[in-house]
């Protein structure tokens, strides 16, 4: 997932001059939201509509408009874009790189604390020590020992610095908007939780779960006639998948 990316407006209005305002609109939701996924997003008449604001026969105008004007393409029920795919594959060698180098950092230092240890270096060797003691205690705080044996999945409170897989959010049907607003309330509900209450094994899965219940929230209070044709086009999207 990317927070942020780079855009140049000079260069981005060139590119659009010959769309339409709605056309414009609709290609910048789509690059967004291929940015926030990570990757090609789904070619869902029910998530495009959602991500445009728009009923689904408007959306699949809007898209079709976009490929004939050769800005998206759509692959294997996916709707790409060459160059926000080229930046997120750049974004994601940048972050493995930056992983890797934290990695060797961390084993650099360790190697310095064990020969200060091993060389009985006083001051270097007790901070060490020292240091390692309050993580151990900081995790033990955080985490609820299970019983010798027990096969259960040890569980912690929800991390300082987690975000929210909006991929998830988006694929499911909730616009960017509504899912940075249901990220809030994930956060603030379960770091309000007392105790083991607020000890989950999985904080991922346990957010893939919320955003689906948010979602049949939502679909339960759509109007009769709303929920009649989402009905009607699952309906007819099983059907074409059997003949």
Same mark, same amino acid.
């Given at each position: 997932?990317?927070?942020?990316? %780079?855009?140049?407006?000079?260069? *981005? ?5 010959? #769309?339409? #305002?709605?056309? &414009?609109? /609709?290609? #910048? ?8 996924? +990570? ?10 509509? !959602?991500? #445009? ?14 490929? @004939? ?29 930056? &992983?890797? /180098? !934290? ?6 230092? +360790?190697?310095?604390?064990? %020969? ?7 001051? @270097? ?11 151990? $205690? ?6 609820? $020992? ?25 694929? @499911? ?5 509504? /899912? ?9 509900? *379960? =770091? ?20 689906? %219940? ?14 009649? $044709? ?5 309906? @007819?999207?099983?059907?074409? !998948? =059997?003949?």
């Amino acid at each position: 997932m990317s927070d942020w990316y %780079k855009m140049n407006p000079v260069d *981005w209005n060139e590119g659009t001059n010959t #769309l339409s #305002l709605e056309q &414009e609109a /609709a290609y #910048l939701r789509i690059c967004n939201a291929i940015y926030i996924a +990570g990757g090609a997003i789904a070619n869902n008449p029910f998530v495009v509509a !959602g991500l #445009l604001r728009c009923n689904d026969r408007k959306a699949k105008r809007l898209v079709s408009e976009l490929v @004939e004007a050769e800005k998206i393409t759509i692959e294997d029920g996916s709707i790409s874009n060459r160059r926000a795919l080229d930046e997120v594959s750049a974004r994601s060698r940048l972050s493995a790189e930056r &992983e890797s /180098a !934290g990695r060797r950092g961390g084993i650099e230092s +360790g190697n310095a604390r064990r %020969k200060s240890l091993k060389t009985n270096e006083p001051d @270097e060797a007790i901070a060490s020590s020292k240091s390692e003691q309050s993580r151990e $205690e900081k995790k033990r705080g955080e985490v609820k $020992e299970e019983p010798n044996g027990s096969s259960k999945k040890r569980g912690s409170r929800l991390p300082d610095d987690w975000h929210p897989d909006m991929a998830v959010a988006i694929r @499911e049907g909730l616009e960017h908007s509504d /899912a940075l607003r249901e990220a809030d309330k994930f956060r603030d509900h *379960w =770091v309000g939780q007392p105790g083991q209450r607020g000890v989950k094994a999985d904080w991922q899965a346990t957010w893939r779960n919320w955003v689906r %219940k948010a979602v049949d929230y939502r679909r339960s209070r759509m109007p009769d006639e709303r929920r009649r $044709e989402e009905r009607k086009r699952q309906d @007819e999207d099983a059907w074409a !998948g =059997v003949l």
